[in-house]
């Protein structure tokens, strides 16, 4: 079944050219397909008009918060810059009398990696690249092997207050009535795909296990599932 699904999606997807795996595209690049949204590692310029002392280069932590002077501790990742500069305007806004200030992304989209899991024949972490969907993912792994639900990928993403969900994904319906957002959902950063083995009953169990085993710690954050999204395995 696996197998058979994997080449409809090859037919439907097209190549996959391997120079364009090897290369990440810069941040605009990205903005074609969706509005960026800044995540842990990147590297922000952030740069006030009236108040350019205080224009300051801040990298953003694996919890996604980055400190900056007079305002302490500000939440940047999963906003757009657009919103974050927003944010930081309303911060500032006790502090200074034109709190005008600017958010660009120096170094971002390079960095930014999903990690694909499981039952799939080359477990690993893959660049972000733009219209990267849960199907393409596990096809740059190899495919998913014949052991694999394909009903009941799951998707490990934390949300913006650091919390992390457990997505579930029914790939296998792409036979039945093609790839839509519910069943080829596009990735985000520091997603991690994992291919379900069919054999396993408790679900939550086996990912929480092989999370503790296999994940590198380069994914950016730790995972903390306490049975999130549970549907009763």
């Not at 650091?162 to 093609?178: E, H, L, N, P």
Request: glycine share 8%.
């Amino acid at each position: 079944m696996a197998r058979s699904l994997l080449l409809a999606a090859l037919c439907l997807l097209g190549p996959i050219a391997a120079p364009a795996f090897a290369q990440a595209p810069a941040p605009a690049a990205a903005a074609a397909g969706a509005e960026y949204r800044i995540a842990a590692g990147d590297e922000l310029a952030l740069k006030f008009f009236y108040a350019p002392e205080l224009n300051e280069t801040a990298t953003v932590r694996p919890d996604g918060r980055i400190h900056l002077q007079l305002v302490g501790e500000v939440r940047a990742a999963g906003q757009t810059p657009q919103q974050l500069a927003d944010a930081l305007k309303r911060a500032y806004a006790g502090s200074l009398r034109y709190p005008e200030v600017s958010v660009e992304v120096e170094k971002g989209f390079a960095r930014q990696q999903v990690f694909v899991g499981g039952e799939v024949g080359r477990p690993g972490a893959q660049p972000l690249l733009p219209g990267l969907t849960v199907m393409r993912a596990l096809i740059v792994a190899q495919g998913p092997t014949d052991r694999a639900a394909l009903n009941r990928v799951a998707i490990l993403r934390r949300d913006e207050s650091g919390a992390t969900r457990v997505i579930r994904v029914d790939a296998a319906s792409q036979a039945r009535r093609g790839a839509d957002d519910g069943n080829d959902p596009p990735l985000q950063p520091f997603d991690v795909v994992l291919a379900v083995p069919s054999r396993i009953s408790r679900v939550n169990k086996w990912i929480d296990q092989y999370v503790r085993r296999n994940l590198p710690v380069n994914v950016g954050f730790s995972y903390d599932l306490n049975d999130n999204n549970r549907r009763g395995d």
